[in-house]
Each structure stands twice: as C-alpha cells, then as structure tokens.
C-alpha cells in the first residue's frame, strides 16, 4: 500500500482493458441506466467487445434483498445469489450475458469490506481514510472485474446525480482512476437533463451547465456530453452545453424520448455515439459479423410490427408500483413480439376477489394470468381465486414462486378435499401445510441474503410441458424463497392429478408444477423473469406467451 491506491489485482495490466464511466447529473431518473445499458449493448452485440458492466449505489444496504419492492423497485437476483437492483436485470437483458456480485458494488458492500478489514489488521497502523482507502476499494474493484473478465471495456454507471454526498467518494475514485491509468484509456459520459419548463415550451439548459460545472469541480473533464430531454432540444442548446464544458459539439448529443428500449440502441448508434467512445479510448471494432445486432434489429422490428393484442393480468400487492414486477413487465413485454403479439398488461388487486363471481369478473377478457412472487397474506385469498379461475376455465395461468405456491394450495384445497389447506407462511396453525419453510431456512435468523437464492438446477421430468419447452431434462434458474412444497402432501396430490415435473437434484424441493390437459398451467419455485432475455426469452415465457395468442385467436374465429 502505498500512499495513492491500493495496488493491482494479480494479472492486471494498465490500458489491456478501457474504462467507460457514465455519471449523471440534474436529477436522477432520466434513462442513465437505460443509455448505459443500450450503450454496453452496441459495443458488444454490433462491435463485438466484451464487455463487463458495473453498477455503484450510494445506498448503505449491503444489497438489495432487504430493500422494499414498494419503493425501490424489485429485487433483481443473479445467478451467484447476489441481490441486486433493477438496473443489473437491464444490463443482463441488453448485453444478454449474467453477472455476477462483480458487477455491483454498494456503499454498504463497500464500507462493509473496509470495516472487516480494519478489524482483521489489514491496515494496522494506519489510519483508515476515504482517500485512499474507501477511494483504492473502489478501484481495486474495477481492476479487479477487468482482470478477472478479461473485458475490453469495463463500464460503469455511477448511481445517483452529481453534486449528492452519497456518491462523491465513487467520483474521487473515478478521478483518480483515470489519473493513474491514463486519459487514454477512461472515458467519461455525462448524462444531463435539459428542462422544458411548460410555461415557456422552450428549452433551458442552465441547470444541465450547473450539473456538469458540478462535475467539472471533481476534477473529472467529461469526454462527451449527452443531452436527455423530452423533445428533440435545438443545435443552439447543444452549443451552449459544448462551451460550457470543453466538449466539442460533435461529442455533445441529444437522446430524446424516442421509441421503446429495442430501438434505443440503434438511435444511439445512428448518433454515432459508439464510433465517438471507441475513438476517444482508441479501440476498434473486434468483428465484422453483425449478426447479433441483425437479431437484435429484427426484434425491435418484429416489436414495432406485431399485430395481435393480448390481455395478460398480472396479480399482486404492489400493483401501484409496477416497478416491483420489472422483469416480469420485460419477460412479456420482449416474449410478446416472437408470436407476432403486442401485450397489455391488466393489474389486479386481489385483497377485493373474494370468490369465483369476483374472479370472473376481474379476470373477464383477460387472454392469461401471472400470480408473481411475494410475501406475506395480503391479498392471498384473492390470488387463490384467481388460480381456480384458471385452472376450471382453461385460461392459461403462470404461477412465478408464491404463485407457484398458491397453485398448490387451491390443488389442495378444492381437488384433494384438504380444507383450509395453506402455507404456513400465512397461517403458521394450518391442519394441512402443503407448503412449509424449507428445512435449511428453520434456523435462520437474520433477513438480510438468507433465503434460498440464486441459481440451482432443476431436473425435468421427461415428457412434461416443461420439457417439451426447456427441450432439456437439466436446467438452471433462479430462486428466492424460504418456503417448499411440504413433502408429505406431494403423492396425495400428484395422485389427485397435479404432476411436479421439475425437482432439485439434490434435495426433494419441487420446482416446477403443471396441470396435463390444460392450455397452460404451470408455476415455478422460481423465478424464470431473471432468466429471460430479448435473444433469448425464457422457454417458459415462450409457452405461457403463445397459449395467450391462441386463446384469442381461437375467440375472434
Ligand atoms: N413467500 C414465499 C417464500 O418465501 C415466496 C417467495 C417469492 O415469491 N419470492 O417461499
């Protein structure tokens, strides 16, 4: 340790892997995360680089498992069992590869990590400091991904806006990354907002001149400047922030609200956003084989041409903040487009269905049904309803973790006569608890990275549903649960019909459950959003996608 960083990961070396460092300024919530991730999608898909992304969070959270759906949007998980924000789901989606907990670095990681070294005697004698110390983890994390993701470019969103305390020191850090690796090889981005006060319809960019002199005054020189705003702002603004920041107007851009986010990255790419970046860090092209921006192009058409409408109805408590279901949202919305089909999306609030008139009535017009993940008794009778409904209407029906859950309790209670049958989750007295805490979970204490996470294997069993969609009998997916279908009750129930057709290999957790003779019926343990792609949509997806095309092909005969 010496007194500027905190050394090098073993085998890395200063320019073999680029820095691309995208910050924000103004306000929070204008698609930094959406234009990072479109941004990784081009150098990878059209330019063939590899690519490693990473996400800071000024939060003290360790990760984002014991963060409220309600307020934060859902909690994306990874295939290592890693906890994480929306965003990381985004990068997956776009750059269609995984990550992992080297992909995401929180405040409470971060503080956390310093803290146990301290204790340790890792920096005895010393007296632990933001710089260099919180500053040489931050970048010794970076280097660290690089050396390990042999990447071309590491690419980094820095949460929050410019200007806040939470992420100052992530800034300092980045300064002093592109100090020591050379300017050569960082390039900066600023992502500002230009306001349209409805008063004056014009745009004002004082406020976008601020956030980057704000920048500035971290000692950080932005290498190209992108102007987000509704409308298509005017080549004057576009002057103003290109002298206010010493960026030459060609590297200042404007990404105005335009189309979905399949065709975000080719607007970006018509910019010339990437040939910019790539210049600015010396790196060319590594293939002249587009094929995977052509796939990636014939689904943003495929997306814009898609005819058939379909009404899927999705269940749940935090139906007010649709954020709490973003992968969810995604699987449908990037599933849709491979039938020829366009989406829309029902939300029901089942705390008012409370028998099968109630459930009908919601769920009239309604082409399938998603009972997502959740937790606790609120709204639980409803979403049983809703599964009957299902299940005695032959309209398909997708059950993601609780929903999965919840198709066994109704199975329980109205095929196989077991009354008041239910998880112990919601009702710990229950006469029959067909689903019960996984025995791993009984001794668990704490509620921060406990439950079940992360990606297991499922065997499935061989002429199921499920195997004719997976076309394999071993896959991987993802989980995040403290409950199981209780072993006691699964011959009683398999033999009043219901057939389990995945399991853990190891353990006797059910995974998968289906109903034969039905359009679809099916529900996971798991949650197969995380695993869904736009190149490649979760198999399940597909399924449960294409039996609510038929459906309403089959009523507009
Ligand atoms: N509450 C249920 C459990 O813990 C389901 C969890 C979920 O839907 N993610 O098992």
């Known amino acids: 340790m010496n007194e500027g960083y905190s050394g090098f990961p073993k085998g890395y ?170 300017r050569s090889n960082v390039c900066f981005v600023n992502v500002c907002y230009i306001v349209q006060p409805p008063s004056l319809g014009e745009h004002k960019s004082k406020a976008a001149q601020i956030g980057i002199r704000t920048l500035m005054q971290t000692g950080i020189q932005p290498d190209i400047v992108i102007c987000r705003s509704h409308n298509p702002v005017a080549d004057n603004i576009k002057e103003k922030m290109s002298v206010f920041s010493n960026v030459p107007v060609n590297r200042v851009f404007n990404m105005y609200d335009f189309g979905t986010i399949y065709t975000i990255p080719l607007f970006l790419q018509d910019l010339g956003i990437d040939a910019e970046v790539l210049k600015i860090i010396g790196l060319k092209s590594k293939t002249t084989n587009r094929d995977d921006f052509g796939e990636w192009k014939d689904l943003a058409e495929k997306f814009k041409s898609a005819k058939k409408e379909i009404k899927i109805a999705i269940t749940g408590k935090y139906t007010n903040v649709h954020d709490s279901y973003f992968s969810i949202i995604k699987a449908i919305e990037h599933t849709a487009p491979y039938f020829g089909a366009k989406a829309e999306l029902m939300w029901i609030e089942t705390t008012e269905i409370k028998n099968q008139d109630d459930a009908k009535k919601a769920l009239k017009d309604i082409d399938g049904v998603i009972v997502p993940g959740g937790f606790g008794e609120r709204g639980v009778e409803g979403k049983i309803e809703c599964v009957r409904y299902c299940r005695e209407n032959n ?32 009702d710990p007295k229950t006469e029959h608890p067909v689903i019960c805490i996984l025995p791993e979970q009984e001794e668990v204490k704490g509620l921060g990275g406990t439950m079940r996470l992360g990606g297991h294997d499922v065997v499935v069993k061989e002429k199921s549903v499920a195997h004719k969609l997976y076309g394999s009998a071993k896959i991987r997916e993802r989980f995040r649960h403290r409950y199981n279908v209780n072993t006691k009750y699964i011959d009683q129930l398999e033999k009043a019909g219901l057939v389990f057709s995945g399991q853990a290999g190891e353990k006797k957790i059910m995974q998968i459950l ?29 399924g449960f996608v294409e039996a609510c095309v038929d459906i309403r092909e089959f009523d507009n005969i």
């Open 13 to 182: 070396e200063i320019g073999k892997t680029k820095f691309v460092i995208i910050t924000g300024s103004v306000m929070s919530g204008v698609g930094k995360g959406t234009f990072s991730a479109s941004l990784g999608n081009i150098l990878k898909l059209y330019h063939g680089l590899k690519i490693a992304p990473v996400k800071f969070d000024g939060y003290f959270n360790v990760d984002a498992g014991t963060l409220n759906p309600y307020r934060h949007g859902e909690v994306f998980v990874l295939d290592d069992g890693t906890e994480t924000d929306l965003d990381l789901g985004s990068y997956e989606r776009m750059l269609n590869q995984n990550n992992s907990k080297d992909n995401y670095l929180t405040a409470g990681k971060l503080f956390k990590m310093i803290i146990d070294k301290e204790r340790k005697g890792d920096y005895l004698g010393r007296d632990v400091q933001i710089i260099p110390h919180v500053t040489g983890e931050i970048k010794y994390f970076l280097r660290n991904l690089a050396a390990k993701s042999g990447a071309d470019i590491v690419l980094v969103e820095v949460g929050g806006t410019v200007g806040d305390i939470e992420t100052s020191y992530f800034l300092e850090a980045m300064r002093e990354l592109a100090y020591e690796e050379g």
């Open 395 to 426: 309209v398909p029906y997708f059950g993601l973790c609780y929903g999965f859950q919840m198709a066994v309790i109704e199975y329980a209670r109205n095929i196989c006569n077991l009354a008041g049958a239910h998880t112990t989750e919601v």
């Open 514 to 542: 289906e109903l034969p003779n039905h359009k679809f019926f099916v529900g996971t343990q798991y949650h197969p959003e995380f695993t869904s792609k736009p190149l490649e949509p979760n198999p399940l997806f597909r």
